[in-house]
């Protein structure tokens, strides 16, 4: 699995996402301390990576393309010929977007687990993170910062785009099926088995690409909420 994450993330996170944190005790983490501030600074960039989100793009690109392919073979009125060549370069495409995907997937949980531990390693010491740098020392500043940590980095641009992978089956059914006042598509008339292919293919490349993009994004940030003390009351967290 290594072998297959290594091209997907960075040089200086590797070493923190590929440590074995299970082998840990708990007399082992207050000398990890230390190395927190760097560690989440490396993961924080690396969970933004451009690598993995443009990795990502591909493969739900590949899974349309390949979807359309496939719907072209379908499609009523069109000779065998090109009802093979969709077939024939519809599935392989398909095939490639769900291999990509699933290492883009992998390669990012790993990247998300390293970067929560790390995160959380004050609320697995025994004093509860009392004394910790930068972690429930100030109220205001912990419960601040709880809330705009969404907003850092490149974060809003991940979730604007999980947001539109979840929704590209709609826009798709709402501006090329459905049309408007003014323009009123007919190019599906007809064509119910391709439209069926087409929406499926959108329907399963937006929810995946959709799912693991805020996936990560909200296991991060619930990890980083911990430190607000609004929280911690409201669930009766001590």
Same mark, same amino acid.
């Given at each position: 699995? /290594?072998?297959?994450?290594?091209?997907?993330?960075?040089?200086?996170?590797?070493?923190?996402?590929?440590?074995?944190?299970?082998?840990?005790?708990?007399?082992?983490? $207050?000398?990890?301390?230390?190395?927190?501030?760097?560690?989440?600074?490396?993961?924080?960039?690396?969970?933004?990576?451009?690598?993995?989100? *443009?990795?990502? *793009?591909?493969?739900?690109?590949?899974?349309?393309?390949?979807? /359309?392919?496939?719907?072209?073979?379908?499609?009523?009125?069109?000779?065998?010929?090109?009802?093979?060549?969709?077939?024939?370069?519809?599935?392989?495409?398909?095939?490639?977007?769900?291999?990509?995907?699933?290492?883009?997937? @992998?390669?990012?949980?790993?990247?998300?687990? #390293?970067?929560?531990?790390? !995160?959380?390693?004050?609320?697995?010491?025994?004093?509860?993170?009392?004394?910790?740098?930068?972690?429930?020392?100030?109220?205001?500043?912990?419960?601040?910062?709880?809330?705009?940590?969404?907003?850092?980095?490149?974060?809003?641009?991940?979730?604007?785009?999980?947001?539109?992978?979840?929704?590209?089956?709609?826009?798709?059914?709402? &501006?090329?099926?459905?049309?408007? $006042?003014?323009?009123?598509?007919?190019? @599906?008339?007809?064509? #119910?088995?391709? *439209?069926?292919?087409?929406?499926? !293919?959108?329907?399963?490349?937006?929810?995946?690409?959709?799912?693991?993009? &805020?996936?990560?994004?909200?296991?991060?940030?619930? /990890? @980083?909420?911990?430190?607000?003390?609004?929280?911690?009351?409201?669930?009766?967290?001590?």
């Amino acid at each position: 699995m /290594a072998s297959q994450q290594a091209p997907l993330i960075g040089d200086d996170a590797r070493a923190f996402v590929e440590r074995d944190y299970g082998a840990l005790g708990s007399d082992d983490l $207050p000398g990890m301390l230390w190395e927190r501030t760097k560690a989440l600074k490396v993961l924080a960039r690396e969970c933004d990576s451009f690598a993995r989100l *443009l990795s990502g *793009l591909a493969a739900w690109a590949l899974a349309v393309a390949g979807g /359309a392919l496939v719907a072209l073979a379908v499609w009523n009125d069109v000779n065998c010929v090109l009802r093979v060549v969709g077939v024939v370069l519809g599935v392989p495409l398909v095939v490639a977007a769900a291999v990509l995907g699933r290492r883009v997937w @992998h390669a990012g949980r790993a990247v998300v687990d #390293a970067f929560c531990w790390w !995160t959380l390693l004050p609320e697995k010491l025994a004093s509860g993170g009392a004394g910790v740098e930068d972690w429930r020392s100030s109220p205001v500043r912990d419960a601040v910062a709880a809330r705009v940590f969404v907003f850092q980095g490149w974060r809003p641009l991940r979730i604007g785009l999980g947001a539109v992978a979840f929704l590209s089956p709609a826009i798709f059914f709402a &501006l090329a099926v459905e049309g408007g $006042p003014r323009y009123r598509p007919t190019w @599906h008339e007809g064509q #119910a088995s391709a *439209l069926w292919v087409i929406g499926l !293919t959108l329907v399963i490349a937006g929810f995946s690409a959709g799912a693991v993009v &805020l996936g990560g994004q909200w296991r991060a940030n619930l /990890a @980083h909420s911990q430190r607000d003390p609004v929280q911690r009351k409201i669930f009766g967290q001590r």
